[in-house]
C-alpha cells in the first residue's frame, strides 16, 4: 500500500497526540503487543504499548496481501482518510497508521469495554435508560459526522465499542464515504439494517444512517432486528414492505412495543426525507421519563 493523502509519519487529521510520536516513521518495534481484542478476515487487532510514552493503543493489523487479493486498497486508503479526520468523543479515534513490506497498521484508541455487540449477546436486551444514553450518544456522534459530510452506511451492535465508562464509540469506518453532495448509490451495509434505499438501487444520503439507528434501538430494546428472517429474499422483502402498519405488526408482541415503535416512526419512514434525528433524541427524553 503506497501512502496516500494522510501522512503516516504525521499523527491523525495533523493533530498532535502528545503520546504518539511523530516527526519520524513509526514501526512496529516501537510497539510492545499485549493480547488479541478481535480478528477479523483480514487482520487481527491487538492491545499494544507504545515504548517511548506506554500510551495504551489498539493496534490494527491488516496484511497486504489479502486487502489485495479482495481488490480493497482504496477503500481501506478512504477508511484511514475519514477516520483520521473525525474527532468526537463518541468516534473512535484513528491516531496514525504506518506500513511495512507485509502489513498495514493502524494505530486506534483503545475502547477497554470492547464491543456493544458482545454486551448485547451476554444480557439479550437493554434496558430503556441504556438504550436512551446510546441513542443520545449515536445522534450526537451522527450530526457531527453528517456535517462534515460523512456516511458511515454500517452502524450496527458489531461496529460499536464501549469506552471506559461504557460510552459508545463509532468505529470501522470500512463501509464509510465523505461526499460532499452526501448522494451515492453504491448497496453496501451489513443485510438486517439495509434501507429501502439501497436495495431497490436508487440514490441515497446520509439519512440511511438514520434507518440504521432505527434498526439498532429495535435490537437493543427487544433482542432482535425487526426484519430479521430465516432467507435474504424475505428479509428485503419485509423491508421494502415498512410503513407504521408493518411496524406495528411486527413489534405487536414486544413489551417495548411502545418505545420501539417511537424509534422506528422518527427513524424508519420508508421515504429518507422523512428520517429525522430529533426524533432519536425526543425518544431518548421519553426513555428517561419511563
Same mark, same amino acid.
Given at each position: ?12 487529521? @495533523? ?98 469495554? @470492547? ?53 459508545v464509540k463509532i468505529?470501522?469506518?470500512? =463501509? ?24 431497490? @438501487? ?8 438514520? =434507518? ?43 413489551c417495548w412495543a411502545?418505545?420501539? =415503535? ?6 424508519l419512514p420508508k ?20
Amino acid at each position: 500500500m503506497k501512502s496516500g493523502s494522510v501522512q503516516p509519519a504525521v499523527a491523525a487529521a @495533523g493533530q498532535t497526540v502528545s503520546n504518539i510520536p511523530t516527526g519520524r516513521r513509526l514501526t512496529i518495534d516501537d510497539f510492545e503487543i499485549g493480547r488479541p481484542l478481535g480478528k477479523g478476515k483480514f487482520g487481527n487487532v491487538y492491545l499494544a504499548r507504545l515504548k517511548e510514552s506506554h500510551f495504551i493503543v489498539a493496534l490494527k493489523v491488516l496484511f497486504k496481501s489479502q486487502i489485495e487479493k479482495e481488490g480493497l486498497e482504496h477503500q481501506l486508503r478512504r477508511e484511514i482518510e475519514i477516520q483520521a479526520h473525525l474527532q468526537h468523543p463518541n468516534i473512535l479515534r484513528l491516531y496514525n497508521y504506518f506500513h511495512d513490506a507485509r502489513r498495514v497498521y493502524l494505530i486506534l484508541e483503545y475502547a477497554p469495554r @470492547g464491543e456493544l455487540y458482545k454486551e448485547l449477546q451476554k444480557s439479550h436486551t437493554l434496558d430503556e435508560q441504556r438504550t436512551a444514553t446510546i441513542m443520545e450518544e449515536l445522534a450526537d456522534a451522527l450530526t457531527y459526522c453528517h456535517e462534515k459530510k460523512v456516511i458511515h452506511r454500517d452502524i450496527k451492535p458489531e461496529n460499536l465499542l464501549l469506552g471506559f465508562r461504557g460510552e459508545v464509540k463509532i468505529a470501522d469506518f470500512g =463501509w464509510s464515504v465523505h461526499t460532499p453532495s452526501l448522494r451515492r448509490k453504491t448497496m453496501c451495509g451489513t443485510l438486517d439494517y439495509l434501507p429501502p434505499e439501497m436495495i431497490e @438501487g436508487r440514490t441515497y444520503n446520509e439519512k440511511v444512517d438514520l =434507518w440504521c439507528i432505527g434498526v439498532l434501538c429495535y435490537e437493543l430494546l427487544v433482542g432482535n432486528p425487526p426484519f430479521e428472517s430465516a432467507s435474504h429474499n424475505e428479509t428485503y422483502r419485509r423491508i421494502l414492505k415498512v410503513g407504521r402498519a408493518r411496524v406495528r405488526e411486527i413489534i405487536g408482541g414486544s413489551c417495548w412495543a411502545c418505545a420501539a =415503535w417511537g424509534a422506528h416512526t422518527a427513524c424508519l419512514p420508508k421515504s429518507g426525507r422523512a428520517r429525522t434525528l430529533h426524533g432519536p433524541r425526543q425518544f431518548t427524553l421519553f426513555l428517561f421519563l419511563l
